[in-house]
């Protein structure tokens, strides 16, 4: 009798096996690459945040006596001329204090108060900016005063400059004149303003800015961290890390299907380091914001 040979599957379906893994896996792991984001409309805002020097236009008035002063108004209101103060009561005398101007009343000084003003503002040395940072000290109702020390501050509330210092990236970028906007973190309020003046040097350089409007918190503040605004434009909002440049032209690998996406080529209107407004794309569409890990026939 001849013996019937049996066909051993098993390494054909360990074989199987293996092939369909590494199909999956390649789909998985390739997949996992995409870094994607969907094209929306929304703002990009054109500006670099910088340290901003506050320079007001106020006034120091000192104590006329020792004594123990009573404050009759609080910190922060708008007092006409002759308006009734503060009080400092001594052994011997009750002397009542009365608002020398008019304007915006502080019981708070820094010391920087005849450093840093409109008056000495275009001979300011700013390369002392670094050191010139002011430390409030604040006087209160019940509060013994020596003849001499400082009092009250009054300032005018119509006018309010800042100071900063651009950096290299940003001088050329911006002129005299020119209308800009301001924003402190964690605020969505912007204070429109103007470059009145910009002051080089051979290690660094600053915006003098005025401010259209006064801002009534910083009354008692040296520095504040704000956004100098160029401009805020409005479109299709994506990465400026996805848009690359190939033969064809400037684009984005816009995703297509599953581990699928094809070359679009955009124009870039406006934006920034980090974001750019672009024609080119509709809302929605997904675009790849990792396309260096894609060889898609970029130019080296």
Excluded: C
Excluded at 31 to 47: H, K
């Amino acid at each position: 009798m001849t013996e019937k040979k049996t066909i051993n599957f098993k390494p054909f379906v360990l074989i199987f096996i293996v092939i369909i893994t590494l199909i999956i896996a390649i789909q998985i792991f390739g997949a996992a690459r995409f870094e994607t984001i969907l094209a929306a409309q929304a703002e990009v805002v054109d500006g670099f945040w910088a340290e901003a020097l506050i320079v007001r236009d106020e006034k120091v008035i000192t104590s006329p006596i020792s004594g123990r002063v009573k404050l009759m108004v609080g910190e922060g209101d708008r007092l006409a001329t002759g308006k009734k103060l503060a009080e400092i009561k001594s052994a011997n005398n009750n002397q009542k204090i009365f608002n020398q101007k008019a304007g915006l009343v502080s019981f708070a000084v820094d010391g920087l108060e005849t450093k840093v003003n409109l008056d000495n503002l275009n001979k300011l040395n700013l390369q002392q900016f670094e050191k010139l940072n002011g430390h409030y000290k604040h006087l209160l109702s019940g509060d013994k005063i020596a003849e001499g020390d400082p009092l009250y501050r009054i300032v005018n509330n119509f006018k309010l400059f800042i100071i900063v210092k651009v950096p290299k990236t940003q001088l050329e970028r911006f002129r005299i004149n020119e209308l800009i906007f301001l924003e402190q973190k964690n605020s969505e309020e912007l204070f429109e303003a103007r470059i009145v003046d910009i002051r080089q040097s051979l290690e660094h350089s600053f915006f003098q800015i005025e401010i259209e409007q006064f801002v009534p918190e910083w009354i008692n503040r040296r520095k504040i961290k704000l956004n100098i605004i160029k401009n805020i434009y409005r479109g299709i909002k994506i990465p400026k890390k996805a848009v690359f440049n190939q033969p064809s032209g400037r684009g984005v690998l816009k995703v297509t299907g599953y581990n699928k996406y094809e070359f679009k080529k955009i124009k870039i209107l406006n934006g920034n380091d980090h974001s750019v407004i672009v024609d080119g794309l509709e809302v929605g569409e997904e675009i790849i914001t990792n396309p260096e890990d894609f060889n898609y026939g970029r130019e080296v």
